[in-house]
């Protein structure tokens, strides 16, 4: 089974993502699904590169609030990483891939709710970011370098990934959006079988 490497996280960062063209409905949402997914789990894993790339060294030289940005930050990247090969692992390599239609499409719309419960989350990653920012204004609040580094880093994390889920979620909606005419008519085939006993 093919696993993530290193080139992947190059290659499909710039693939170009047909969003406008129908083909034939069931493959080019599967193309289209794919495409999606990779675009997904490079965005997310550079963005875990950059701050493994940028925060190991200052983690390493600075000290008070860049020690605690810094420090916060590749605690998000190590749980993003994480996500980036479950998202490509489980949800692409072992439901989408190895699935039916039916199966494909219920992995898609599984994928659709995922992100829309994600920006939730990052909704509340930034109200809890401004949250110990404001604890770092607190008068005699004692270490205000470590409140205000870490919420800086939630809040900067938190903007950043619900940008991302936002724009994935709408890619996924619009995908789906596009081959709802074929699901359709296999709805009104099935339906006209059933009345005819088929």
């Not at 794919?34 to 675009?39: G, T």
């Not at 940028?54 to 590749?74: D, E, K, N």
């Not at 998000?76 to 994480?82: E, P, R, T």
Request: glycine residues 6%.
């Amino acid at each position: 089974m093919p696993t993530l490497t290193w080139r992947f996280f190059f290659s499909a960062l710039f693939q170009p993502l047909p969003l406008q063209d129908i083909v034939d409905e069931l493959r080019d949402f599967d193309a289209r699904f794919v495409l999606i997914i990779h675009k997904h789990a490079a965005v997310l894993g550079w963005w875990c590169i950059l701050h493994f790339l940028a925060g190991t060294p200052v983690l390493l030289w600075a000290s008070g609030f860049w020690q605690y940005f810094m420090l916060m930050g590749l605690s998000w990247a190590g749980i993003n990483f994480a996500i980036v090969w479950k998202l490509y692992e489980h949800t692409y390599m072992r439901r989408f891939v190895r699935g039916d239609i039916l199966k494909r499409f219920e992995v898609q719309r599984h994928v659709e709710k995922m992100m829309l419960f994600n920006v939730g989350l990052d909704a509340a990653y930034c109200f809890a970011g401004l949250y110990l920012l404001t604890l770092a204004r607190v008068p005699d609040m004692a270490r205000p370098e470590l409140w205000s580094g870490f919420g800086w880093a939630v809040l900067v994390q938190g903007v950043f990934l619900l940008v991302q889920d936002n724009v994935f979620h709408w890619m996924h909606w619009r995908n789906f959006r596009q081959c709802r005419p074929f699901l359709e008519r296999m709805m009104q085939t099935e339906s006209l079988l059933d009345r005819h006993g088929l």
